[in-house]
């Protein structure tokens, strides 16, 4: 009865505190026209564009665009590799001839993978076209021959059907905007038995489960990073299976991510504790990266409170696993966890 109790009180707290958060953003932006917006392609390419300086000063300094994975509880920016170790763990049984990225970014995971498996073909295609530039700079630097770019859209991609082993995402099919169309690319291009990894936020229950405070706090992160609505794991799993995929359980990271949670909740307090003195610094800032205080303000909040949750979902296309004793296979291991080259990348950024 006592720690029913107490599991009540803790819940309620968190209500009021989400509630004081909202409150206080309603000050800093004006909430109805930025929730009346329809977000698409230009937008999400402006927002890494104008983002990315940002990016690399106050997220990952070796550019990495993504939430670090640390157990323990604390944050170590080793942990932005978390999710490459596991995708590499699952190649000591079979290795891939090709392996494809979506969603690249500043090149940041295919700069990591790549040197350590020198045999594996990679691709990767990007939406925006400052990335590309960057991470192609990236490559060149390192003297990597075996990691190949492209600028496209990953709803029409352009690779011939069944010429991949592998494709990975991480936090990038969150923009998927026809999912059904998406994944009908990716099983096309994946060989049989080819495997689809991702790696991103979601949105547990749909939305007209939430009360309205919790609706409007995962729609705002949302929008804070350009994105129109979050996916919704079960939905996805079925749609991936209307397209041809057999699933792996769900594989839920919350804690995982809740240091590097906590890290950007400090960084965004820090700049909007004072209302007035955030408005001057906010309107001094492209819009974009002003609307990615919205996600770093709310992200651990909404995730400790189970409205949106990190997770990691497999998907194999049906299909025998390739042979890896085949010649067109590579058979060579991975290098030994080498030190990362350094890239000369430019000291810029990312909010």
């Known amino acids: 009865m006592l720690w029913s109790r107490r599991v009540a009180d803790a819940e309620e707290s968190a209500r009021r505190d989400l509630s004081r958060r909202l409150r206080k953003l309603e000050h800093l932006f004006h909430i109805d026209p930025l929730r009346a917006e329809q977000l698409g392609p230009a937008q999400v390419a402006a927002y890494y564009a104008e983002c990315h300086a940002a990016y690399r000063k106050h997220h990952s300094a070796e550019g990495a665009a993504h939430m670090a994975l640390n157990a323990g509880g604390r944050y170590d920016p080793e942990g932005f590799a978390e999710h490459l170790r596991r995708i590499q763990a699952r190649w000591t049984a079979t290795w891939p001839r090709e392996v494809l990225e ?5 090149g940041y995971n295919l700069a990591w993978l790549a040197p ?18 960057v991470a192609t700079a990236r490559v060149r630097a390192a003297g990597l021959n075996n990691v190949t770019l492209r600028h496209g859209d990953f709803h029409q991609l352009p690779l011939p059907d069944a010429s991949v082993d592998e494709v ?16 009908a690319e990716v099983a096309r291009v994946l060989r049989p038995g080819g495997r689809f990894t991702l790696f991103d936020g979601y949105q547990p229950r749909p ?23 979050w996916q ?3 939905e996805l799993v079925a749609q991936a299976r209307a397209a041809g995929f057999t699933a792996e359980p769900v594989q839920r990271l919350d804690d995982e991510v809740m240091p590097n949670l906590q890290r950007l909740e400090r960084l965004v307090g820090a700049l909007i504790r004072w209302p007035w003195l955030a408005r001057r610094a906010l309107a001094s800032r492209p819009v974009a990266r002003s ?3 919205l996600s770093g303000y709310l992200l651990h909040r909404t995730v400790s409170m189970g409205l949106l949750c990190y997770a990691q979902i497999v998907l194999h296309k049906a299909g ?20 990362m080259p350094d890239l000369a990348m430019p000291t810029q950024a990312r909010a």
């Open 320 to 339: 025998p696993t390739p042979d890896p004793s085949t010649p067109s296979t590579p058979a060579t291991p991975a290098t030994p966890d080498p030190v």
């Open 291 to 293: 609307r990615n205080v």
């Open 168 to 183: 990975y995402a991480i936090e990038a099919f969150c923009y998927a905007r026809d999912v059904p169309q998406a994944l």
């Open 102 to 106: 979506i969603g690249f970014g500043q």
């Open 232 to 234: 919704v794991p079960d």
């Open 116 to 133: 350590r498996h020198p045999a594996v073909q990679f691709q990767g295609i990007d939406l925006t076209q400052a990335h590309l530039q």
């Open 207 to 229: 939305t007209a489960q939430l009360d309205p405070d919790a609706a409007l706090a995962v729609e705002l992160v949302a929008r804070g990073t350009a994105l129109q609505r």
